[in-house]
């Protein structure tokens, strides 16, 4: 008796479970849904790009290090230089200075980053965006090679 109550208010729970769906298969509807299957297809999301956030050093960040860069395009006459890399976001990530050395031959950028004074007890996400500052040379570029003053 036990285990045919058991099996019954099996097979009702498993017939109640299955009202209510939609049979567009068949070609009929419910109430909740259409009569013809739907295709639904998400986009991927075109962020708006607007380049690399211009920065410029702001100086007095704690324990500054030194920061890779991507990228350095001299300017057309020569005198400065645009430099692109990827880095944190402010607060958390502050370009501290950008040390340049030039001699005859080449012109060594690096660029030093750290957190700023403000972003003590402040959550930072981690989340990576490109920057770009530019810096003057003292004498046009030339013949030169830009090197970057991170890489090892």
Known sequence: MIASSILTGSLLLAAGCGAGHSTATTGTATAD??????????????????????TKPQGHTDNPRKVRWLTAKPSKD?????????????PCTVLDR???RETSKRV???LWEG??????????????????????LKA??????IVDGAKP
């Not at 849904?33 to 211009?54: F, I, L, M, N, Y």
């Not at 965006?129 to 530019?134: L, M």
């Open 98 to 100: 950008v040390t340049v």
């Open 108 to 110: 060594t950028v690096t």
């Open 78 to 90: 020569g005198r400065s230089l645009r430099i692109t890399w990827w880095s944190g976001v402010e």
């Open 33 to 54: 849904s259409p009569s013809r299957p739907v295709s639904h297809t998400v986009a991927p999301r075109d962020e708006p790009t607007q380049g690399p956030k211009p």
């Open 140 to 145: 046009p570029l030339g013949n030169r090679k």
């Open 115 to 136: 957190p700023s004074a403000k972003a003590k007890n402040m959550a930072c996400i981690a989340i990576a965006i490109q920057k770009v500052t530019t810096v003057k």
